[in-house]
């Protein structure tokens, strides 16, 4: 793939802003409410860039590339070899939803990353979905439902100007 790409999904409140560039891997740009001023979602006080990759595996013999070595879920081999395929929209009265899809050709997985906002609720809920389309097994070890980057946009001291949250339910 040697054209990048710009996906923009506004959900609601919300606007999600995804980018796939020369190498083909979709990284989060940006998690932005739609009232934000423009000036502060195109400008960070602290990176030039701080889009991360979508979506990070770890796979049994598989680690990461080589600026790290311990077991922490960033820079995985997998990760730097999914590649974009596609990506739809739907949304009804209940949700609107964006699917992503990557593909590692080595591994024979694919990645279907969610996005769902619920109607009057700026919340973003996301989560990921493997499927091993090749022809030998593989171990799953690590996948997170998110990698956020982008978030350092607007304030020195961005950190409060976000809420994370996580539900613990059966």
Not at 47 to 57: G, H, K, R, V, Y
Not at 77 to 92: A, F, G, K
Request: glycine share 8%.
């Amino acid at each position: 793939m040697a054209e990048a790409i710009n996906i923009s999904w506004q959900a609601g409140a919300l606007e999600v802003v995804l980018t796939v560039g020369g190498d083909g891997i979709v990284r989060l740009a940006g998690i932005h409410h739609v009232d934000q001023p423009k000036t502060a979602r195109d400008s960070s006080a602290l990176f030039e860039d701080a889009s991360l990759p979508l979506t990070d595996i770890r796979l049994a013999g598989e680690g990461t590339d080589d600026t790290k070595s311990s077991k922490t879920l960033i820079c995985g081999l997998v990760t730097e070899r999914l590649q974009y395929q596609r990506h739809h929209e739907t949304s009804d009265s209940k949700q609107q939803t964006l699917e992503v899809i990557s593909r590692d050709d080595v591994s024979g997985i694919t990645v279907t990353t969610t996005f769902i906002v619920y109607p009057g609720t700026p919340a973003l809920r996301c989560f990921a979905t493997l499927h091993n389309e090749g022809t030998k097994d593989v171990i799953l070890c690590q996948v997170n439902s998110l990698v956020v980057g982008g978030l350092a946009h607007g304030s020195r001291k961005w950190w409060h100007d976000y809420v994370a949250a996580s539900a613990t339910n059966t």
